[in-house]
């Protein structure tokens, strides 16, 4: 029912003096005046001159709806109704003496939205809870109404005139400042940056929209696909030591230490001192009978894995680790086609109107020469489009740039240092709201190298069960018809054969497992190295006769030759630290060892001979114009390590053998050599290992060392005795980047940690389930759940963290069943995991990460009882019906929801603890009544200006501000939270503005993180 409607019904005459009862009259003199007159200055039911009371205001209310019911004409709602609908009516009207807004700011939002406003205030809300529909109409159209008429009335006080006067000036001076400094700040982009800009990102979508996929290269298949269709979502884990971690811990270090010390009296200002992070792990808080530990409270590992590509939409900073082939370069690809998209998915907003830079070092690097600065960038990189004057700059000045560099591992260690100042300068420079991922080897750089700067570190996790059958399933559509029978047997060959399924953990090996599956009929070779033999028999010899091609190069050179003349390229690059070369030297190196080899000598020009290999192997590549590179670094690798040992330089492995480009080199060399050799290399390793002072260094060969063991075919038992004897001298590890070091050896280094009866300490407890816990086989799965009942939390975390590691029946019934749940989250992010907790039942805390579907969590939550909740990146809930069974008191965080806008708690159910981000407070429109709220601020501008309209009844509030800050965080809102007793603030160097204006009754205390 529109306005104009209840209007006729509402005879204005006669019941609009009613209304304007609600205002106080204008007295005598009103002028010209610099303050704000507030609305709750201008009702007359508020203040020591009020003329109406609580009860008037609900007698013109009820008089209000009782006449528009005596109109001619069908009643508008049930008559049964009408003293709910007046009842609500006037506490609608009652919340104009609360809205924090002055008559200009009233009259600017319009009727239609002040109604909104004062229906959507706890009290008027609750009030309106279980109308029909038809009175709900009616309210919403009647209170439309009634704030068409105040609205009226605001704009006829003499007053209202001059104010908007005073009004719009102070505006436009305001505007005029902010326009002039963002005039400063960010250069004015002309028609050819616009048009640059257009041409540069179609530019961009054509060179990386499209992806290579070995194996589909044969008869009928295309080469690449569009990467839309081809791209596999990766997943990627918070390992504990980026700036997040970091803080995180010393926020939970501060609060384990406020809470030791006494209460400070309301009215006072705590301030406590910049806290420090203790070393070795920080202590957790104990927690009162029966309740749940905090997230915050728990330890890092304990965080869920995040899809890759949205690392970026909650960190500006990432530098990303995987191992070789694990999709890094494929991610890269991904992110900057997802800038050129004009319809992003939702879920990659914060890429949109962003302007991709793709840098791999490698390319960079190739001659030795300087780094470029932003206006050579697309130079360096080959591109042929030449931007405007600063276009560069201009770009990252106004923090729009997407600033990917690719390959820290790929550039000799020497090189990183400078690389990382160059990336420092360039942060400096450019500390706006850019983006950035750096992107690197596990190893290749020590845990906290850019955490200083402000970068999350994340590593990419090998890809789960669930992962590669959608990659086996992709494949095969992608590879066409012929290939569908070869699916099932496949995926029914990764799930039996347990030396396959530990091949196959990322998209490479994947791809090389469906290509060769299909090429040979069902038939795979066993292990690595014979793997990688049949992936280059098939790239070599097969590519061009299965595709009916005969010799287009007019060179027929058998297999054999080839691999010796490509693995001398893959020789120079390996020991001069590179991944890519010039052309000519690669030509030079072919060239020189033609002779050598007779039947490439006998295979005619030289020149053409090298020209066979680059376009036709299907090994080797030209990423731009003069360059060459393989088409992966595994297979640098591979035939790096067989020229070794085909003129045996064992020393050079030795010599390398801490360095992290070598550790893939110094395992195929073990699998190339024949066992006399074999033993020599093992002895000379255990001998670099000795010599080594620093336990890092002897820790890594070590660890290089037993991962060599397995590819070895034989190994005597006395070097494998010694071998073994070594590697338990550092066991159990010290850190993190200990056990993920440890856990590379693979299997066999079970058998060497402890079991919980036999280790020292808690802390040692922890990293050895953290090493066993990155053993990527089921072989973990017992030794795990031998710590299934460790008393430490921090132990048990770390347990139920593993579990997306491993088959979820196996591991819920073997670990997650047995341990005990005291303090624990438990993540739940498929149908399997919700599942398994269902028929285990009786957990108190429980994550729904992703776009779980709302009956999911009903009936896991039904069956769980869970105390809290937390519910993340789930983008089609809209309320909270989902927790219709929840119990009657629930602590609850929502985040990365954008579509969860009512948080309306249950019936019988009352939120006594609520967490949200920004971005999710943002989305929502109603909320439940809670008293504790906690906000953690993550946007480059937090604003805390809807707080007090949403949460009105909040007593203890805090803010968590730990992430890297661009603006202050004015605190002036919150002086409307009358109830607020309690402000707590949590933050690294971000500043908060406004504590003085808070009233004395507020108790503030500043966490300062160091």
Not at 488 to 497: G, I, N, V
Not at 838 to 847: C, F, K, P
Not at 925 to 944: G, K, N
Request: charged share 25%.
């Amino acid at each position: 029912m529109e306005p104009a409607l209840v209007g006729t019904r509402l005879a204005s005459a006669a019941l609009t003096p009613l209304l304007k009862r609600l205002l106080v009259k204008e007295g005598n003199g009103a002028a010209l005046t610099d303050k704000p007159v507030r609305l709750a200055g201008l009702v007359s039911f508020r203040g020591e001159k009020r003329t109406l009371t609580e009860k008037d205001v609900r007698t013109l209310a009820g008089t209000l709806v009782h006449e528009s019911l005596a109109r001619p004409g069908e009643p508008p709602f049930p008559a049964d109704e009408t003293e709910a609908v007046a009842d609500a009516l006037a506490r609608a009207l009652l919340a104009l003496g609360d809205l924090e807004m002055d008559d200009v700011q009233a009259v600017r939002l319009g009727h239609r939205e002040l109604a909104r406003r004062l229906r959507t205030t706890t009290a008027a809300r609750r009030a309106a809870e279980g109308l029909s529909a038809d009175a709900t109409l009616y309210l919403d159209s009647v209170g439309e109404w009634a704030c068409l008429h105040i609205l009226q009335f605001f704009t006829q006080r003499s007053s209202f005139v001059a104010r908007t006067l005073v009004e719009q000036s102070r505006t436009q001076a305001e505007l005029i400042a902010k326009l002039d400094e963002l005039i400063l700040r960010v250069p004015r982009a002309d028609a050819r940056d616009v048009a640059f800009e257009r041409r540069y990102l179609a530019y961009t979508g054509k060179k990386h929209g499209s992806l290579t996929i070995y194996g589909i290269d044969l008869r009928d298949s295309p080469e690449t696909l569009p990467l839309d269709v081809a791209y596999l979502s990766l997943e990627a884990t918070d390992d504990g030591s980026g700036h997040d971690a970091r803080t995180a811990r010393s926020a939970r270090a501060a609060r384990t230490a406020r809470a030791q010390e006494q209460t400070a009296p309301v009215g006072s200002r705590a301030q406590v001192a910049p806290t420090k992070e203790p070393p070795g792990e920080v202590g957790l808080p104990k927690e009162p009978p029966g309740e749940v530990a905090p997230p915050e409270e728990l330890p890092e590992e304990t965080a869920p894995p995040i899809r890759a590509d949205q690392a970026l939409a909650d960190h500006h900073r990432v530098l990303l680790r995987g191992v070789a082939g694990s999709g890094k370069t494929t991610l890269v690809q991904w992110l900057a086609l997802a800038t050129t998209r004009q319809d992003p998915d939702e879920r990659m907003a914060h890429l949109r109107d962003r302007i991709p830079f793709v840098l791999p070092l490698r390319t960079l690097t190739r001659h030795g020469e300087r780094l470029p600065a932003p206006d050579r960038f697309l130079t360096a990189v080959g591109c042929p489009l030449a931007p405007p004057d600063g276009w560069a700059d201009r770009v990252l000045t106004a923090g729009r740039g997407l600033i990917l560099v690719d390959g820290i591992d790929e550039i000799p260690e020497a090189e990183r240092d400078r690389t990382r100042r160059w990336l420092r300068d360039l942060l400096a420079t450019y500390d706006g709201g850019n983006r950035w991922l750096v992107t690197s080897r596990p190893s290749a750089v020590r845990d906290d190298w850019l955490t200083s700067d402000g970068f999350t570190e994340l590593t990419l996790s090998p890809m789960n069960r669930a992962a590669v059958a959608t990659f086996v399933d992709r494949w095969h559509q992608a590879a066409g018809p012929d290939a569908a029978p070869h699916r099932q047997p496949l995926l029914d060959a990764l799930r039996t054969k347990q030396d396959l399924a530990r091949l196959a953990t990322n998209p490479l090996m994947c791809g090389l497992i469906c290509a060769l599956h299909r090429d040979r009929r069902g038939f795979l070779p066993r292990g690595r190295k014979a793997l990688y033999e049949a992936a280059l028999s098939m790239l070599l010899t097969r590519r061009d006769r299965e595709r009916d091609m005969g010799t287009p190069s007019g060179v027929d050179l058998p297999e054999a030759p080839q691999i010796q003349l490509i693995q001398r390229l893959a020789y120079w690059l390996t020991l001069n630290g590179r991944t890519e070369m010039d052309r000519s030297r690669a030509e030079a190196l072919v060239l020189g060892a033609i002779p050598a080899v007779p039947e490439a000598a006998a295979a005619g020009d030289p020149q053409a001979v090298f020209a066979h290999l680059l376009q036709r192997s299907g090994l080797l590549r030209e990423p731009s114009p003069g360059a060459v590179d393989f088409v992966h670094r595994t297979f640098q690798d591979h035939l790096a390590a067989k020229a070794i040992v085909d003129e045996w330089h064992i020393g050079v492995l030795t010599r390398h053998a801490a360095d992290d480009q070598w550790e893939d080199v110094i395992r195929m060399s073990v699998a190339h050599a024949r066992p006399r050799e074999c033993a020599e290399i093992f002895t000379e390793l255990l001998a670099a290992a000795d010599s080594a002072q620093d336990r890092a260094v002897r820790l890594r060969i070590l660890v290089v060392a037993a991962a060599a063991m397995e590819e070895a075919t034989e190994i005597a038992p006395d070097i494998r005795e010694a071998l073994l004897s070594r590697t338990a001298q550092v066991i159990p590890p010290r850190s993190r980047s200990e056990a993920r070091e440890l856990a590379a050896a693979g299997p066999l280094v079970l058998g060497l940690l402890p079991g919980p009866e036999a280790v020292a300490d808690d802390n040692a407890a922890r990293m050895t389930v953290t090493t066993a816990s990155y053993v990527t086989s089921d072989a973990a799965i017992p030794f795990l759940a031998r710590y299934a009942r460790h008393p430490s939390l921090p132990v048990r975390a770390q347990l139920v963290w593993a579990w997306d590691r491993y088959p979820t029946e196996r591991y819920a019934a073997e670990v997650i069943a047995a341990i005990d749940p005291a303090g624990l989250h438990f993540t739940i992010r498929s149908e399997e995991q919700a599942t398994a907790l269902r028929e285990i039942g009786g957990r108190e805390a429980l994550h729904f990460q992703g776009d779980l579907p709302e009956d999911l969590i009903t009936d896991t939550v039904r069956a769980c009882s869970p105390g809290f909740i937390r519910i993340s990146g789930n983008t089609s809930l809209r309320d909270l019906r989902c927790l219709r069974d929840a119990p009657t008191t629930l602590a609850l965080e929502l985040n990365r929801s954008p579509a969860l806008s009512d948080l309306s708690a249950p019936a019988g159910c009352r939120i006594s603890d609520l967490t949200l981000d920004d971005r999710q407070l943002a989305a929502v429109t109603v909320t439940p009544p809670v008293t504790r709220l906690r906000l953690e601020l993550r946007d480059a501008q937090p604003s805390l200006a809807r707080v007090p309209e949403l949460f009105p009844d909040v007593e203890t509030l805090t803010l968590v501000r730990i992430w890297t800050p661009v603006e202050d965080v004015a605190l002036a809102p919150l002086t409307a939270l009358d109830k607020l007793r309690s402000l707590d603030i949590i933050t690294t160097d971000g500043t908060f503005t406004g504590l003085d204006s808070l009233p004395p009754q507020v108790r503030v205390t500043v966490d300062e993180m160091a």
